[in-house]
């Protein structure tokens, strides 16, 4: 197969950067793996005019609008190689179907790291949460937890008081400073040392989580901010710079969402710091956008 674009990821940011690139009436191929990073997710919330909808519906939306355009391209499978050449880009499929492509679009995403709890991964988008803003109005008015996995889960903490009673849960890893204790006390968290190490109840609820010291204590949604990695290898192969983000490394990006490697271009959650439906759907649009501008280019320059 040949292409002008090859888009690898076809979630939020992967499906955006297709639209404005079929509407700019350019060959566009889309390689999804399927396992989006939304995928445990029961609804996706704040998404401007899809609120509460599935992200499968979304995403089935999102296709049955960019199907019908005739330089649209949709191909199922996972890109296990891919290599710049002097003509261009060529992606090795597991399938050993081969695309060759003017410019690559990553919108590959990210994999969370939990940490190991029981009872933890199984209610991972359930009630296990990430982002309040897509999921916090849901579990308003419930005892909810903030479980501390870095410095930066006091931030998480600072926020979720505005949904209902919060403890922060350090783990006994992370002390508090006495400003930052005395904001979250002010904010009206209780602060837990004791490290939680089972959650309870019948899954995906949570009723409570047990401490190391056997107490337990009510809990209904726990807030936790997983560690991040590449869900693909595909930018360390081509030779992409990373940068540290909030949780994990971040594909690095220019203005215009180029990498460091000429001609690739990154997309929604392996480039952005603060991920979520919204801001990974707006960063596939600019790239789109970046992108035709790049082909026109290179008409120019040919």
């Known amino acids: 197969m040949q292409t002008q674009v090859l888009i690898i990821g076809g979630s939020f940011a992967g499906l955006s950067a297709?639209?404005?690139l079929v509407r700019a009436r350019k060959q566009v191929i889309v390689i999804d793996s399927g396992k989006p990073r939304n995928r445990f997710a029961s609804h996706s919330h704040g998404f401007f005019g899809l609120d509460g909808e599935t992200p499968h519906d979304i995403h089935q939306k999102a296709l049955a609008k960019l199907l019908p355009y005739p330089d649209f391209t949709l191909h199922q499978g996972e890109v296990v190689n891919l290599v710049k050449d002097a003509e261009g880009f060529t992606a090795t499929l597991a399938d050993n179907t081969s695309?060759?492509?003017s410019k690559?679009?990553?919108a590959t995403g990210l994999h969370e790291q939990l940490p190991d709890i029981p009872g933890l991964a199984s209610r991972w988008g359930k009630t296990v949460l990430h982002?309040?803003?897509?999921h916090g109005y849901e579990n308003r008015d419930r005892p909810l937890g903030v479980l501390a996995t870095s410095p930066l889960s006091v931030h998480q903490a600072k926020l979720i008081p505005d949904w209902g009673p919060t403890t922060y849960f350090s783990q006994g890893q992370f002390p508090l400073e006495p400003d930052v204790q005395k904001m979250l006390e002010k904010r009206g968290v209780r602060i837990e040392q004791t490290p939680v190490t089972e959650i309870i109840g019948n899954a995906p609820e949570i009723s409570a989580v047990r401490l190391q010291d056997n107490r337990q204590l009510c809990i209904n949604a726990l807030y936790v901010g997983p560690t991040t990695r590449m869900a693909s290898p595909l930018a360390e192969q081509l030779g992409c710079e990373f940068e540290p983000g909030l949780m994990g490394p971040l594909v690095k990006i220019d203005e215009s969402q180029q990498t460091s490697v000429?001609?690739?271009y990154a997309a929604g959650d392996i480039a952005i710091p603060m991920q979520n439906a919204t801001?990974?759907?707006?960063?596939g649009v600019m790239a789109g956008v970046h992108v035709h501008h790049a082909l026109i280019?290179?008409?120019?320059?040919?």
Do not use: E, R, T, W
């Open 18 to 20: 297709a639209i404005q």
């Open 131 to 134: 982002c309040p803003y897509c």
């Open 262 to 264: 000429l001609g690739v």
């Open 104 to 106: 690559i679009i990553l």
């Open 279 to 283: 801001l990974a759907s707006a960063s």
């Open 297 to 302: 280019q290179m008409q120019l320059n040919a």
């Open 99 to 101: 695309v060759d492509a």
